[in-house]
């Protein structure tokens, strides 16, 4: 399985980015898929994630300004946050992860958020 992330930016405070994210290859055994990010001095933390029936759960840092979605095709998946009202505390490279066996194993290469204030 192959993540391609792309979207990443720089946004000031209070606007928005959509991050996307491409999953190929052997997609049918891909269940949960995510975005983690890792802020600078800060440990690596899952951000959002979406179930293969589209059961969403989010950091509560996060809950009401991102929305992750996911768009199942016959030989790829998709899936996106979209980050609005951005700040400056959402600065971070985030990744696009996509589990199977309850594990997260797949990553993307990483796209860098940064917020100005």
């Known amino acids: 399985v192959q993540l391609q992330a792309s979207g990443g930016g720089l946004v000031q405070a209070g606007g928005s980015l959509r991050l996307s994210c491409a999953a190929s290859?052997?997609?049918?055994?891909?269940?949960?898929m995510g975005w983690y990010r890792r802020a600078p001095g800060k440990q690596r933390e899952l951000v959002a994630s979406i179930s293969s029936g589209d059961r969403t759960n989010y950091a509560d840092s996060v809950k009401g300004r991102f929305t992750i979605s996911r768009d199942n095709g016959k030989n790829t998946v998709s899936v996106y946050l979209q980050m609005d009202s951005l700040i400056p505390d959402d600065t971070g490279v985030y990744y696009c992860?996509?589990?199977?066996?309850?594990?997260?194993?797949?990553w993307g290469q990483g796209t860098l958020v940064t917020v100005s204030s």
């Open positions: 290859g052997s997609i049918f055994s891909l269940n949960t």
């Open positions: 992860s996509a589990a199977k066996g309850g594990s997260w194993v797949y």
